[in-house]
């Protein structure tokens, strides 16, 4: 098993374009603050935060690109282009996904070679059981549940699907990463309880915007509910 990061929590520092933290060294600082919080490592979209974080910030990192490829529904590093760029901002661990989206197996092989050749390791962003299964046999050193609920197929859950991460887990020998929709520890301890080897940890601690609206909107309903307005 890869034990090249420690379990516990790893902050995803991501603001994309038109988001209010993207750009500068929001990210940076971001990053800075999950270390001093203690996360186990940062996980971080961009050629220009991959680089600025790995210089500041002494922790494992997982880099991706996000790239919007007109008529494809597959953004996170889709193709060697990005994979190239990870690798040289400095990204420790390189994530793509590895989806059964457009059959792109080829490519992925591919794409995976490149990383390990490049003496990095990789992390299959997957949405189903049947693609982290894949992912192991072709030769990913992590599967994450990154895309479940975002793959037409997967299931379009609100909170984290901690049955994936239970069903790879019982199966797989390569390290499973819970990652996507986690709002509160309680999830994340029951993602380690269901398996987990790291819970990664996004939105909910670095897009301040979310994190304001999941009390507006709570305020909002009770408001709605509880004061008869004139
Ligand atoms: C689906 C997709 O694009 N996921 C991205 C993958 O890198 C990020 O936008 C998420 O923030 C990250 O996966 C963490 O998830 P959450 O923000 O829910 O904690």
Redesign the pocket.
Known sequence: MTTFIKRGIIV?C?ALIGEPLHGGDAMVKMAKAAQLGGAVGI?T?GSEDIAAIKREVPLPLIG?I?RNIPGSDV??TPTLEEVQAVVKAGADIV?MDVTDRENRLEIVRELLEYVHQAGKLAMA?VSTYEEGVQAEQMGFDYVST??SG?TSYSIQGDGPDIELVKKLSAFLRVPVFM????WRPEEALAALQAGAQNV?????IT?PQLITESYTSAVEQWLADHVISN
Not at 179 to 182: A, P, Q, R
Request: proline share 0%; net charge positive; aromatic share 8%.
């Open positions: 995803s991501q996980r979209n991706l996000k953004f996170i994530a962003d990154t895309l975002y990652e996507g929709k986690v990664v940890v996004g939105s909910a897009r």
